[in-house]
Every structure is written in C-alpha cells, then in structure tokens.
DNA sequence: GTTGAAAGTAATCCCTG
DNA sequence: CAGGGATTACTTTCAAC
C-alpha cells in the first residue's frame, strides 16, 4: 500500500475537490483514464480515501458561535474518561472532542445558536456527565485559518523524517 | 433565500455523502430528480452548498502528531493581529487558526511529523512573527468526536431562538 | 502503464401538465 | 412541483498493445 506520486496527486485534488469527473482528474495527474480510475477505486478500497462530503456554509443558515472549551475532569480514571466521552458523543453540539495532554484533559468545541444556548449545552454536558472539575470557554471571535494539509505534503514530511 | 425542509434535507444528505447521485438523493429526500436537481443548482450557485471534497485518512500517510497550541501576543493593536494571521496562513502545519476571547488570543491546531517537527513549526512561526509573549502546547493524545451538525438541526436551532 | 471501443448509468435540459 | 423524453456526458469494463 505504498503510495506514488500519482497517488498523492490524486488524494490532493479529490481532497479540494471531491466531484471532479474522472476524465478530468486523470488529464490533472496525467495519466489515463483507465488508470486513474483503477487508481481512485484502490484508494477508495484501502479505505485511504474514506468519504466523500459536502461543505456547507453555516452563516447561510442562521447565526451561530463556536466556542472552544477546556475541561479538566475530577477523576482520571480510564472508566471515567470513557464515560465524559460517552455523553459528548450523545451531545450534537459538540463538534468536536480532543482528548489532551497538558494542563486540561479536553478541548471541546460547541457550536450554538447564542451565549444562552452555549450555557444551555454545558448545563446539559453537566446534567448528564458531573465530574467536572473545571472548564475555560474561549469564544471564537474569527476564524482566521482552516485548511487541510495535502497528502502529497504531509509524505514529503514523512520522507524528510525518514532521510 | 429561505430554506424549505427539502432544502435541509439535501444539506444533510449531501453533507454525509458528497457523491451521491441525483437520482437517488431525489428518491431519498422525496422529489422527483429534476426538482431535486435544480435545487441542488440552486444551493451551489447561492453557496450554501461551498464546496465537495473527499476526506483522506492521514494514518495511511505516515504518522503525525496534532498539537493545540494557546498563544498570547504581545500586543494586540489590530495591526499586529493582521500581521499574525498572515505569517500563520503561510504555515501548511498550521491547519487551524482561532482569534478567540478568554485568557489567550489565539488558538492553533497543528499537524506535524513528530515532535521535533513541531518544534521546528513553532520555531519558524516565532522567527517569522517574533512577537508572541507566551504560548501553550497540548498535545491531542485521542481525538474523541468530530462531527459537523447537520443542517436541519442548525435550522431548528434557530426556530426555537426566534419562537 | 496506454489506447480505444462498447455498454451502462447519470446529468442536463426542455416541454407538458 | 411531477413526469417524460431527448441529448449529452461520465463511468465502468474490457480487450489489445
């Protein structure tokens, strides 16, 4: 399963743009049609290209704030982690989970519709959870940077470790 | 530019599954293709519907460290702001940038080979920046959850705010 | 790897109701 | 909105080089 330039050229520009025909994504990457497409199924296969996705623009649909939370739990029990996990799993505002390492356990992010609904969600993630020992918001003022490192980038990366 | 439920419907659907076809999402959301087609048209040309993409998995690339890292600055006039939103936009490691409020400024996702990588990271982001007073690094040991929320339940969000 | 052809499937547009 | 039908485009497989 190791992966050539071809490859890498491919997962970048499926990456940027998941719709493109076959026709054209083989005329990009330069080989034939055949080809590329035996190629994308074999990505596809090994599961290295996992899904394909549409990006939704979010302030199209209302007005929303992203905060990002750390969480410091009172136990560090594997049983416990396990369960914190557990209930922001069941919570669809949370959009995201990081278990860290550091000077907090995890870094949540929560996405709600205004400050009163955030506080809601936490209420929630309290309710159902508890051991919290201690949590930081930090509202998202601006989202400056968000951008997906290429394929063919991140194996330079591994090469450059490698050498 | 109001949403119907339809609308949201495809949000969802497409959302999960970018390359669905427009024979089938039109059977699954309940409309004949060409309505269900001329809304998908619709969506994309208002940019709701932003952009397709295909989701790669990075463990088949090699292996990486994911590091969240709090920065505070040194000064905080708009212009060094600016400044600082540049520089990290040059960053390919840098694949997530948050201006947030709370006890720091900043909030950066990184993606790097190791740990010596992300050294080297931070190291060019304070040579070509410089005016950073402090910054944490927490080191994502698991990442735990990362869903987007879907569309319709954005819409009913915002339903229950405005009732 | 390539080309080219063939068959199946889907997208796209138009028109009627 | 639905539905049919026509056209074009794309996918997918396959054989031969």
Redesign the pocket.
Known sequence: MQL?S??LKILDILQRDGR???????LDV????????????RLEQQKILQRYGAQIDRKALGSFVTVLVSVILESHKQHELARFEQVVSGLPEVVECNYVAGQFDYLLKVVARDMTDYMRVMDELMEAFGKVNQYSSYIVMRKTKEQEMAASYLVDKTRRSAA
Chains 1, 2 share one sequence.
């Open positions: 050539d071809f490859d493109i025909t076959n026709a054209r994504l083989a330069g080989l034939s049609e055949s080809a590329c497409f035996n190629r994308v199924r």
